[in-house]
């Protein structure tokens, strides 16, 4: 049995629609239930414009209810468990806003970073926002792991995952680690700036030594910069 969003019973007019092909324009026929199709003109395969994916976040029989999801798909799926990971740390943290704003601000850190190609970005900010909860830090005991899995976020992204998180207390040189170490490091010196306890030649020492990319140095030298101007006299 389909869910009523891919059973034609329950389609209406706008089931059936035109869209754009993304490198000549040509108008190209879709079905709502159609994850990509190819232009009839020049032959390239697009994503599905109008194609809601946010049920296939959840969904235990959502690889065959679209079919075989293209990679393009793949990655918005990916984008979706972030969310969903960040939304749930936010409700296990509860009313510690300070742990919550700087996962917020680690999370966002990591995805400067991870830009400019350091590294898969669903599972890096996935790392960012449980990157606290691992069970060394704080005594919460695979409370990282239990969120992925109550969000039923698929086996190979929970070991992406958890083998960046595992990193900061072992090998540091796996991809994308070092993108949330760094990030990491970024939101401590933030709040050292802002509480005072570190002065601003410490922080770029700290900048200097303590960040393994090159790129997220520069980011650093940009945001805490910015941080050290807004303070209060």
Known sequence: MKCPGQDTQFWNADAIFE???????????????????????????????RMDFGCAAYCDFAEQCLGDLPPELVA?????????????????????????????RRARHAEQICRDGQGDLAPVLMAAYLWELDERQNNNSGKAMEIMRDLRVPEPLVQKVCVLIGAQHGTPDIEGHRVVADAARIAELED????????FEAVNRQIDTALALETARTYARKVLHASFEN???
């Open 192 to 199: 050292a700036l802002k509480d005072r306890v570190m002065d």
């Open 19 to 49: 869209a754009p092909c993304p490198q000549c324009r040509t108008q190209v026929e879709f079905f709502k239930d159609d994850t990509t199709r190819k232009c009839v003109r020049c032959g390239h395969r697009f994503v599905n414009p």
């Open 76 to 104: 918005q799926k990916e984008d979706l468990f972030k969310d969903r990971v960040a939304i749930a740390v936010k409700r296990h943290l509860k009313n510690d806003f300070k742990r919550i704003g700087r996962a917020a």
């Open 231 to 233: 303070l209060p006299a």
